[in-house]
């Protein structure tokens, strides 16, 4: 019998039921996982009907192992079946808040630019300000976000095209061998002398895709408000 872990968001109600069935699961692939959680994403925004709720678990950027409401409102049930159908047995999906965040954005650029590409003018943009971006002081925001978005933010606006295409294709794929392999010059000039940071797949997606995402959104509502 297959079991099927998705990273690990043990949210409070799910704890006594996974701990229960732990020892007869066994833990998915790092592919199939990463693939799992990103067609769970993008299922999540392309219903629309919670929109509003992804929204603000974004804006709140609850920390792991915490009781969020906004996080709990964002996680959609229909997902996670249309996931279980996938497999010949019970599906269970659990992730962090924080991977479910990393997901999401990745999953809302695929949605809102995965067919048009990203629109023109990013890399010229002002600097995007963070405090109109979350419901909290951005000063109480984890001490590697600011420096993991300066990255993101950087890689984007000098190869927004290698950018889409990682963002576009699926994980742990050739595909994104290739997608990766085209950023490394992007990323070393974009790395801060003297600072080093801890990549995987997951986080590089996530950096790029949250970046790559708002500096899309800001780039075409820049363009729509210059049209006569």
Known sequence: M????????????????????????????????????????????????????????LREYPEDNTASASGRSAT??????????RYPSTVTLSMTWGSFRDALYPALYRRDFGRSGPPAGIAALE??????????????LPADYRPRRALGDCVSRQAPQETHALL??????????????????????CLPKGETFRLNRA?????????????????????GRTQP
């Open 76 to 85: 959609n049930l229909n997902c996670m079946n249309e996931s279980a159908r």
């Open 2 to 57: 297959l079991g099927l872990t998705i990273a690990t968001l043990l949210m409070p109600a799910q704890v006594g039921e996974f701990g229960a069935r732990q020892q007869d699961m066994q833990k998915a692939s790092a592919r199939t996982a990463a693939i799992e959680l990103a067609n769970y994403a993008d299922c999540v925004v392309v219903d629309r009907s919670g929109a509003d709720a992804v929204d603000r678990f």
């Open 127 to 140: 600097p995007l300000a963070l405090a109109p971006e979350f419901d909290r002081d951005p000063a109480t």
């Open 203 to 223: 986080t590089l997606r996530a950096v790029i895709g949250e970046a790559m995402y708002k500096l899309a959104s800001a780039a075409r509502a820049g363009a």
């Open 168 to 189: 576009s294709v699926v994980p742990h794929s050739k595909a994104e061998d290739a997608a990766i392999a085209a950023l490394s010059l992007p990323l070393a000039k």
